[in-house]
């Protein structure tokens, strides 16, 4: 079990280590939906997928060209006041997962695949306003 951690962890660090060192740069907007290198993490963070460590987000501000807020979106449907269902641009529901949000380099974007809808946005707005209180 500890080599098998080890191994994974190894593995996300040299894919990170190329991502670091990559000069591309992507630009997402405010409500878009992009696959990204989200990574492998630890404890109860949401982790990346496959080899590439790949995973959903939806992108909640852009503070310059090189950092965005993003929030992690999965498939599967889950309950509660940090988690947002929404339909995506396949007309597939998803969920928002706003207890996971992170700012993120504009380097671990690797592809657009959607924008999310003004009303659902509203709500993930407003879910993020309710940190504040």
Do not use: C
């Amino acid at each position: 079990m500890q080599d098998e951690i080890s191994e994974i962890f190894n593995e996300w660090n040299d894919l990170k280590i190329s991502i670091h060192k990559s000069e591309s740069f992507s630009y997402p907007q405010v409500r878009d939906i992009w696959w990204v290198n989200l990574g492998q993490n630890i404890g109860v963070e949401i982790n990346g997928k496959n080899h590439r460590f790949e995973r959903p987000v939806v992108v909640i501000k852009v503070f310059n060209n090189l950092g965005m807020l993003v929030a992690p979106t999965t498939s599967t449907l889950k309950e509660g006041k940090f988690f947002i269902p929404f339909m995506n641009s396949e007309n597939k529901l998803k969920t928002v997962n706003m207890s996971q949000i992170r700012s993120i380099s504009s380097k671990r974007f690797i592809r657009k695949i959607g924008e999310m809808g003004i009303e659902d946005f509203r709500r993930v707005k407003k879910v993020l306003a309710s940190f504040a209180k």
